[in-house]
Structures are given as structure tokens and as C-alpha cells.
């Protein structure tokens, strides 16, 4: 007999398919038909990767905070996403109070009272018992199962190292920096992390605020620590973990990208779905890893995990849901072994 499939957190409504939804950058001072753009793509699950609201102007405040995600909470689309469809929410610099803010942010902690009032997450939640606001839960699809994993980029994270040539192609903001004290994640999260990622799943949805696999900018990114993208991928590799995907935000553009190599057991892919409001309509990277042209216009993402084909399917759509970017990646391509 089989194994029982691990408890799930979310009952999805279909036996195969599993959709997810993914935006960022939503600033709630602007027009958002992105919500029911999104709504109509049916999801079964939607994630909220991060600057859901813009509140980062200084001098940030809770006051400021509030105003914002209640500005969010009284958009009639985005309630109607709310009720319908179960989600997930990391932040991002812009819903954390600082841009480009890390750890040692004075307001971190009002920040975070705020985000807890806002997704209205339960008393009983383990984001209140613990730093950050880092929490996964696990999807039923049918016998199968999708975790989805949402990482805290911000809570932690050390200081980064400015670039020496501001806005120069390659160093835009920030330098690599490998000194092995350098944190993205924090001890706790990095254990908690690999705990998520040996529980038994069919594939597991990484939500990382900040790109990871993305190379070939210096704008925030998991390559600014190049030890602990490193850490990372040999996380991944060392869980064992089945159909490992990322996605992300943050940059007001969106792509698909894809990262091989021999610290992984098989390429990590990652959408960025960046543009629920922004779009950086002269973006131009050389991004060696990304697959395709980045889309530069507003969008929002859906991945979805097909086990009847056998597929995982990364799209980018317009707000008009006209498909600007898409890939198909066969399941059996994201086996540990
Ligand atoms: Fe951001």
C-alpha cells in the first residue's frame, strides 16, 4: 500500500490541476485592474510575492502602513480575490517600511503587526510565535501534493555592499559580497527551509521576494550574497525535494529564468511576475539566465502544476490575460532521482 500523502493545509478544487496565481508590486495609490485580470484565470491558490503596498516613503510609520494596506483592503477587485481564492503572503522592502530595507529596521516589528493584521492570519499561526513572517503551507491535489514555501528576504538579511558605481550596467545598486557572515535567510529560517523541503511533496513552490536564479544586474538579488545563493541551490540539492520551482518579484518586470549546474539535480527554474501595477518599460538586461524577452509591461504570473500532463507551466500575462511569456518544463525534468 501507498503511503498516505501528507496532511494538507489547502484542499484544492481540481483532482489534476493545480493554478497559482503570483503578483507583486502593487502600489495601492494606483488604478489595479490587475485583481480581476487575475480572478479570471481562475486560480486555485494565489501568492502575494511581495511590495503589496507601497509604504516605504520616508518617514515610514504605522500610520503609514495602515493607510496603505487599508487602501489595498477597499479595492473592490482585490476583495473579490481575497474571498474566492486561498493565499499566501511574503513582503517585500516596500510592505517592510525601507526600501531596500533589511535586518536591523527600526520599524521591522510594527511592519510585521500590521502584515499580520492585514492577512488576518490566525492567532494560532506560527508567524506570531517566531521572527519574520516566513510560512508554507501544503495544497491537496487530488492524492497529490504542492507545497508552497514563502520565504522572508527582509527580516534577516545583512547589509548589503553598495555598488562603487551607481546605476553602471551590471552593478545598478549593489556589489557581490561573499563574506561567509553574510546572512539572506537567518540560522532559523535556513533550518526551517530544509525541514519544508524534506517533506514529501510532488513539487514545491518557492516564493522568494527577491530574484534568485536572475544573473547579470546589480539591483537586489540572491547573487548580491553569492554564499548564500550557493547555500540555496545545495539546500535544494541536499533535500532530495522533487520539482523544485521559485518565484519572485520585486522588479518591476517580469521573465522566465533558468538556472543548471552541478550544485543542483536538476535546473532550477524561476518565474519573476513583477508588475501588478509597475512596469519598467526600458528594461534592458543581458541576463544570462533568463529564457526569453522580459515583459515590460503590467502583468501577473500563473504556474501551474499539471500532473495529468505531466508539466509545470510558467506564465506571464498581460493584463488583457494575453500570454506574453510562457514555458512548459515536464515534471519528469525536476527529479532529485
Ligand atoms: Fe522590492
Not at 500523502?5 to 485592474?33: F, H, I, K, M, Y
Not at 531596500?100 to 510565535?129: I, M, S, T, Y
Request: with cysteine; glycine share 10%; hydrophobic share 40%.
Amino acid at each position: 500500500m501507498a503511503p498516505a500523502a501528507p496532511a494538507a493545509d489547502v484542499q484544492g478544487a481540481r483532482a489534476g490541476l493545480l493554478r497559482v496565481g503570483v503578483t507583486s508590486c502593487a502600489d495601492q495609490n494606483e488604478p489595479q485592474p490587475v485583481w480581476d485580470a487575475a480572478l479570471a484565470m481562475q486560480p486555485d491558490y494565489f501568492v502575494f510575492a511581495g511590495d503589496n503596498v507601497y509604504a516605504s516613503d520616508p518617514p515610514a510609520t504605522q500610520a503609514r502602513l495602515r493607510a496603505a494596506y487599508d487602501a489595498l483592503g477597499a479595492k473592490p477587485g482585490f476583495q473579490r480575490l481575497r474571498q474566492a481564492v486561498p493565499h499566501l503572503a511574503v513582503w517585500d522592502d516596500h510592505d517592510y517600511g525601507q526600501n531596500d530595507g533589511g535586518a536591523g529596521w527600526e520599524l521591522a516589528q510594527v511592519a510585521k503587526d500590521e502584515f499580520l493584521r492585514f492577512w488576518r492570519v490566525p492567532q494560532a499561526d506560527p508567524r506570531r510565535q517566531r521572527a519574520g513572517v516566513y510560512h508554507a503551507q501544503m495544497i491537496a491535489v487530488g492524492e497529490r501534493r504542492v507545497q508552497v514555501i514563502g520565504l522572508d528576504t527582509r527580516w534577516f538579511r545583512s547589509s548589503l555592499k553598495p555598488t562603487d558605481q551607481r546605476g553602471a550596467t551590471g552593478k545598478e545598486r549593489y556589489l557581490p559580497d561573499a563574506d561567509p557572515a553574510k546572512t539572506m535567510l537567518g540560522a532559523a529560517q535556513w533550518r526551517w527551509l530544509e525541514e519544508r523541503l524534506a517533506t514529501p511533496a510532488d513539487a514545491h513552490l518557492i516564493v522568494s521576494s527577491i530574484q534568485c536564479v536572475v544573473e547579470g544586474h546589480g539591483w537586489e538579488r540572491w547573487g548580491n550574497l553569492p554564499l548564500e545563493r550557493e547555500r540555496l541551490f545545495s539546500t535544494i540539492r541536499a533535500s532530495g525535494a522533487h520539482g523544485v520551482v521559485v518565484v519572485s518579484g520585486d522588479r518591476h518586470v517580469g521573465g522566465i529564468y533558468r538556472h543548471a549546474g552541478p550544485e543542483l539535480r536538476y535546473p532550477l527554474w524561476e518565474m519573476t511576475s513583477s508588475g501588478a501595477t509597475k512596469a519598467w518599460s526600458p528594461a534592458n538586461e543581458p541576463g544570462p539566465n533568463r529564457v526569453g524577452p522580459l515583459v515590460t509591461v503590467k502583468h501577473h504570473g500563473i504556474v501551474s502544476f499539471d500532473f495529468i500532463a505531466g508539466e509545470v507551466k510558467l506564465s506571464l500575462l498581460d493584463l488583457g490575460n494575453r500570454v506574453m511569456q510562457e514555458q512548459a518544463i515536464p515534471l519528469a525534468q525536476l527529479r532529485a532521482g
